[in-house]
């Protein structure tokens, strides 16, 4: 088939041709196939997962096993004035199976504009979003829906796909193991992109020669990157990021760092989450940590992309390869926790009050004040604490042993053991 006859009018797009009828014929989400073959009647659900899972699929079949009437909006593209138009058309023939796709874009007045005839069953829901529905659809409209999440499809399930694609044409495309899996990677879990890959191969003529690993490469080098920072993909990969660093793995690290930067992400934005784990996940493990962090941001608002991938690349993987430390993260938020059940209505001793005027002096301000740079060590064993807190001081921070962090436990204990008290153990 030649590409001057493929965009004829009413031609059918591969998807759509390959496209599965029966629950039985689905490749992937086995799980949650399994529990809506169990259905014993209609009932509105949410399909929530990654674009290209399945949703529009598992839709039409419900509607052909419930014989209920289909009909499909884009949240995108409609508001309140075709829902109320849908409803009355339900109202005259019986229920509807709507299929609502990206309903997070709906906003709450328009979700609500669904909920008498979704609890009537006048509408049957059946809702798509890639977003979390517990972050964009409203609590009672969430009650009247099951919930189902729909994984992103295997590689293995990938490659079934993509045969069923390979058959679906008439056009004799050979395709060796090497130029398969490298659509599949390009596909991002995406069986819809997929496909869309595979036709536009048929559509676009190389030669006698055909498609190979290395043409198919260079097509899909051109392709733009499978990721959406405006969604909860964006989400999914800093978290994956951070998780990585802190987990001491630079090569994960760097992988993630490298998706989001390919995909679009704004490089301020993942440089200030590294200024926050520099402090958090790293903290006194290794004092260059945050002063790097800082002076990466500083040096990246000044000289910005493409260059500035150097800057987080080094960032990121220093940060992965420290040493770590949360324990002064830990210190502050038992600080606060500690403060917000016992308040701050407490009395500070005299000898660390301050005394800028002879009034102050007068009262006794900073009598007594020792200093410790007077000593040796300089160190001296004082009660720093309020006075309702001296006799039972608590104890916030508890270094660890990585890094500076250990050096500082063992000054801290070292100190503490000559005034005959055990801290920092």
């Known amino acids: 088939m030649g590409a001057e006859n493929l965009f004829t009018i009413g031609y059918e797009p591969l998807a759509s041709r390959v496209r599965p009828e029966s629950f039985e014929e689905v490749i992937g989400q086995t799980q949650t196939i399994q529990v809506l073959q169990k259905l014993k009647r209609p009932v509105s659900l949410i399909l929530y997962g990654p674009p290209g899972t399945g949703k529009t699929t598992l839709a039409k079949i419900l509607s052909r096993n419930w014989k209920l009437t289909y009909r499909h909006l884009s949240a995108i593209s409609v508001g309140v004035k075709e829902v109320k138009e849908l409803i009355q058309e339900a109202r005259k023939m019986g229920s509807i199976l709507l299929f609502l796709d990206e309903i997070h874009r709906f906003s709450t007045s328009q979700q609500d504009s669904l909920l008498e005839a ?26 009247r829906c099951q919930i189902y999440k729909l994984n992103p499809l295997s590689e293995l399930e990938l490659l079934q796909i993509l045969e069923r694609g390979l058959n679906k044409e008439s056009a004799n495309l050979v395709l060796d193991s090497d130029s398969r899996n490298a659509i599949v990677r390009a596909s991002g879990g995406d069986a819809r992109r997929l496909l869309g890959i595979l036709e536009a191969l048929h559509t676009i003529e190389v030669g006698e020669q055909g498609w190979d690993k290395e043409k198919i490469e260079t097509y899909l080098s051109s392709q733009v990157f499978n990721y959406d920072r405006n969604k909860e993909n964006h989400y999914d990969f800093i978290s994956a990021f951070i998780k990585s660093i802190r987990g001491s793995d630079p090569d994960a690290s760097l992988y993630y760092l490298a998706c989001m930067l390919e995909g679009g992400e704004d490089p301020i934005f993942i440089m200030r989450r590294l200024i926050i784990l520099a402090s958090e996940d790293v903290g006194n493990a290794s004092l260059q940590a945050l002063p790097l962090a800082v002076s990466a941001l500083t040096a990246l608002e000044k000289i910005g992309m493409p260059e500035g991938r150097i800057l987080l690349g080094q960032l990121t993987s220093f940060l ?41 002096k007068k009262e006794g301000a900073s009598d007594g004040y020792k200093y410790p740079h007077d000593t040796a060590d300089h160190f001296i064993e004082e009660n720093y604490f309020p006075d309702e807190l001296k006799n039972s001081p608590p104890q916030f921070y508890f270094p660890t042993l990585q890094g500076t962090d250990k050096s500082l436990k063992e000054r801290l204990k070292s100190l503490w053991e000559k005034t005959g008290k055990k801290k920092y153990d």
């Open 320 to 360: 992965a390869s420290c040493p770590k430390s949360n324990s002064s993260y830990k210190a502050i938020d038992a600080a606060l926790d500690f403060v917000r059940k016992n308040g701050t209505n407490v009395t500070i001793p005299k000898h660390l009050r301050n005394a800028p005027t002879f009034l102050h």
């Open 118 to 143: 979704v609890e009537s069953g006048l509408v049957i829901l059946v809702a798509a979003t890639t977003e979390n529905p517990a972050f964009r659809i409203n609590r009672p409209l969430l009650s």
